[in-house]
């Protein structure tokens, strides 16, 4: 194993004697703010026979080695796209079909500006381009709920977890979905967690949309505290090549989840589309 990989915790499964060579079919997963590769846990069994399947972990979820977070290479989405563009290097993974969610959707798209011919296709679960509202832009937060949010973290990250996580799954304390998350959120080290939201939250790559060439897939819930339903629109009308949309019955941030049995077979269907298509 590499030391990108390692630093990663890079998993890859599913078809693993595949690698290389044009029959080659390859998914990479990219998870979310507060989550690990195990949110993907109720997709990757229906991968497993069809494809080879990379899952890692962005640096600063709480399966990775804090030391190995630099918190100025991390102040943007450009160091997680570095990362995640030395990962597929160090695989040698010359096509893929990535699923990005939350923070890992704009990711994924910007790396695809730097190399279009390593995507095959994005499925963006839950992205968003900006999360502040802007003049013609709803992005659903106002400068004044990203003060509180940071504030909340800085103050006492633990209290504020507890209460973020039953708001942004969209079900209650009791939920397995909901537990599933505090505990990776509870996992991330408060100063990395506080890093990571400012990065995500202050994010903007509106400019770079109409620069997307790669063929998008955006998939977004009905109700998704983090990301409006008209972001997904958005992104639509703004990316440089073909997309699609689809907004599903399903939700909270992190459907996959929390609603397996709705948005599995929709992420499964995207994906077997690109392949067939």
Not at 137 to 149: I, K, S, V
Not at 173 to 183: D, G, P, T, Y
């Amino acid at each position: 194993m590499g030391i990108v990989e390692e630093a990663h915790n890079v998993r890859v499964v599913g078809r693993v004697g595949r690698v290389g060579g044009s029959g080659e079919r390859t998914i990479v997963l990219a998870h979310g703010f507060g989550t690990d590769q195990s949110v993907w846990k109720h997709l990757v069994p229906h991968l497993l026979d069809e494809f080879r399947v990379v899952l890692y972990d962005n640096m600063g979820a709480g399966t990775t080695n804090p030391d190995y977070f630099d918190f100025d290479r991390y102040a943007t989405l450009e160091g997680y796209t570095m990362d995640l563009l030395a990962i597929l290097e160090e695989l040698g993974v010359d096509s893929c079909v990535y699923v990005g969610h939350s923070v890992s959707a704009a990711v994924g798209a910007l790396a695809s500006i730097s190399r279009p011919d390593l995507f095959s296709k994005l499925i963006l679960l839950g992205g968003s381009p900006r999360y502040l509202n802007d003049e013609g832009y709803y992005g659903g937060f106002e400068r004044e709920d990203l003060d509180q949010l940071f504030e909340a973290i800085r103050s006492n990250y633990k209290a504020w977890a507890s209460g973020f996580a039953p708001l942004c799954v969209g079900a209650d304390m009791e939920s397995v979905a909901v537990q599933e998350f505090s505990r990776t959120l509870f996992n991330m080290r408060p100063d990395i967690a506080l890093s990571v939201a400012q990065a995500i939250f202050e994010s903007d790559v509106r400019g770079a949309l109409g620069l997307i060439s790669v063929p998008c897939h955006i998939l977004q819930s009905t109700k998704d505290l983090a990301v409006p339903v008209v972001v997904s629109e958005y992104w639509h009308r703004n990316l440089g090549g073909d997309s699609i949309v689809e907004v599903m019955p399903s939700n909270g941030h992190l459907p996959q989840l929390s609603s397996p049995e709705i948005v599995i077979p929709v992420i499964l269907r995207h994906i077997r589309y690109d392949i067939e298509a």
